[in-house]
Every structure is written in structure tokens, then in C-alpha cells.
């Protein structure tokens, strides 16, 4: 399928024993898919090769096809510019390389049509979606890597407040006060260490005039922790 008024390409390749030589000769034929079109009875030469020259046939190709082919390496095609509604039809390529004269000629369906008749090239779509999925790809990574960021973020900053609320509140480390007397040094822990002292009274006589001595004892000692 060829755009109208644009150059294509009508490729034709051939497989043969026998080596590429001065008489390998190509023809190139056109029979028209047009009722009204002269060629549609018949496939008319449009293109001959030989002995390496080019001969165009009818006047309808003669400047408008060229040959882009390498013999020596089994190409033979052709080159239509510009393409024309006319055009449309059935191009035939048959390869001549003596003694091997014998082979089936290729056939090259042709349709010209006009540019909103082409079909869409798939390959820029699927380039385009690709590189689409992989844009969104990117971002979703990228986007999944900021939450997790500010979310290690924040946890860490919510447990140093939890330690700094907690630390605030344990009590403070005690305190040393020196003093001085006769030149030794004590400590003093500031704080109620030491509960209160009980007193009791002991009674030595055994009777009831007898004079009572009164003696103060340790009877408990609380300690607060």
C-alpha cells in the first residue's frame, strides 16, 4: 500500500544454482486491477535488465521507475515515484540466469490510496504506550519513596518525644552538698532518706515507787526507697 504521489519500493529478491553472470536478465511486468486501464488484459513489460543496463518499457513508467537493485547479490528491485492511482494492480518480477530459466515470477499487489486512507503506524503507538507505562512506573516509585521517607520520619519523631516526656520525668539524679566541719567533709543526700525514728521507754525497777529511768531506744527504723 503506497500513499498517492509518494515513492515506494517494490522489492524482489531471487534463489538460483547457477552463478550471476552478463546474461542473467529481469523483467519487470504490470497488469492492472482497472477495467478501463489498456493493462488490465495483459501483464505489459515496464522494466528489462540486462548485461547491467536498465531498459524502461511503456511510456506510463518510463521515467517513473528506476532499478535499486544489486544483481551480484539476488536483488532486483525497483523503485515507483510518484505513485499513482493508476498504478494499482498486480506487478509481476521474473529472473532470468541461464542455464537456469526456469521459476515461478513474484507478485506484488499494489493499492495507492490517498494519506487518510493509510492505516495508523503500530509502532508509535506501542512506543508511546511503553514509554507511557514506564513514566508512571517512575512515579509511583518515586511517589511510594517520599511516603515511606516522611513516615520513617515522623515515627522517629514521635519516639524521641515519648523518650524526652518519659526522661523528664524521672526523678532528678540526688544532689551532693559538701560541708564542712573540723575540717572533714560529709556528703548530705538531699531528699527524705531516712524515716522517722520510734522511741520507746524502759523501765528498770520492776515495782511501781521505784524511781523510773527513762532511756530513749531505737524501736523501728523506716526506710523509704
Not at 68 to 78: E, T
Not at 146 to 169: A, L, M, P, W
Not at 188 to 196: A, C, E, I, K
Request: aromatic share 10%; hydrophobic share 35%.
Amino acid at each position: 500500500m503506497m500513499q498517492n504521489g509518494t515513492t515506494g519500493t517494490l522489492r524482489c529478491t531471487f534463489k538460483s544454482s547457477e552463478v550471476v553472470s552478463s546474461a542473467t536478465s529481469v523483467t519487470w511486468s504490470f497488469q492492472s486491477s482497472q477495467p478501463d486501464s489498456r493493462f488490465s488484459k495483459a501483464p505489459y513489460v515496464i522494466f528489462y535488465f540486462s548485461s547491467g543496463k536498465g531498459f524502461p518499457g511503456s511510456e506510463e513508467f518510463k521515467d517513473r521507475v528506476q532499478f535499486i537493485g544489486d544483481i551480484n547479490k539476488r536483488d532486483v528491485s525497483i523503485q515507483l515515484s510518484p505513485a499513482q492511482f493508476s498504478d494499482n494492480g498486480t506487478f509481476f518480477c521474473d529472473v532470468k540466469n541461464p542455464p537456469d530459466v526456469t521459476g515461478t515470477p513474484a507478485r506484488t499487489e499494489l493499492r495507492v490510496v490517498l494519506k487518510e486512507s493509510l492505516p495508523q503506524n503500530n509502532t508509535t503507538l506501542i512506543i508511546g504506550a511503553v514509554f507511557g507505562a514506564l513514566l508512571l512506573l517512575v512515579l509511583i516509585a518515586a511517589g511510594a519513596c517520599i511516603f515511606i521517607k516522611v513516615h520513617h520520619n515522623r515515627h522517629d519523631y514521635e519516639g524521641c518525644t515519648s523518650f524526652e516526656s518519659v526522661s523528664s520525668q524521672a526523678p532528678q539524679p540526688r544532689k551532693k552538698v559538701e560541708s564542712s566541719l573540723e575540717g572533714s567533709k560529709c556528703t548530705v543526700p538531699l531528699g527524705p532518706l531516712q524515716g522517722p525514728v520510734i522511741y520507746a521507754q524502759l523501765d528498770h525497777s520492776g515495782s511501781k515507787n521505784s524511781f523510773h529511768k527513762m532511756e530513749p531506744v531505737v524501736y523501728a527504723d523506716i526506710r523509704k526507697n
